[in-house]
């Protein structure tokens, strides 16, 4: 089996930027966030379920799911949140573990921005959590997509705290740095991981 390496961190943090540079050396990454918006594509399981619950109302004229309408007919609807959740949640993870088996690289990236909050790091080997100032996050995600601070920290509040985060990691890359210095620390880990790889 492909050594799992989980990766994971805040809003802004610099998930995708180090999922990126591990990329650049051929790792295979899955993407949590790719992987959510397969599962509801036109025809699947995921978003004939949708449409059998809330009707085609929830569909674009293009037959897509709307997902802004989708966001505001689960907004205080805790029923529903965790109806959508149950639906969802075992056909992102079948899809993780299949895309997983097809990995070729030594080992492969797990990328999933609440993989502590839904215990995700079981289906990991190790987690590497990305980690920065809260600062620097808020105006990194501020600066991205031209929000306000407090939008940005009334997402933190909603994401794990910093310190639950580094307490399941086994390794920890601080980006408060810059590129340069992000770029050398993803070649040690890198190196560290083609290593144990051998091991699994
Ligand atoms: P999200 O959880 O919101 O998807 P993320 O954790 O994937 O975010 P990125 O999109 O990789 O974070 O990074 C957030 C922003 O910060 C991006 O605009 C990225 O280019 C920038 N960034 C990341 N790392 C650095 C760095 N070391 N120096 C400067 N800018 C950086």
Redesign the pocket.
Known sequence: MTMVIGLT????????????LFGDYGIDIIDA?IIAREVVEPSTVGLNAIVGKLGADILLTDGTLDRSKLRDAIFNEQQLKDWLNGLLHPLIREKMLSNISKATSPYCLL?V?LMVENNLQTMTHRLLV?D?DES??ID??Q???NVAPEHVKK?LMAQASRQNRNAAADDIIS?????A??KNKVAELHQKYIKMSHLY
């Not at 980006?175 to 590129?179: I, T």
Request: net charge neutral.
């Open positions: 961190g805040g809003i802004g943090s610099g998930k995708t930027t180090v999922a990126n966030d990328v921005p990305v920065v620097v996050q990194r995600t600066a991205r997509d997402i980006n408060n740095g810059n590129s210095e992000l």
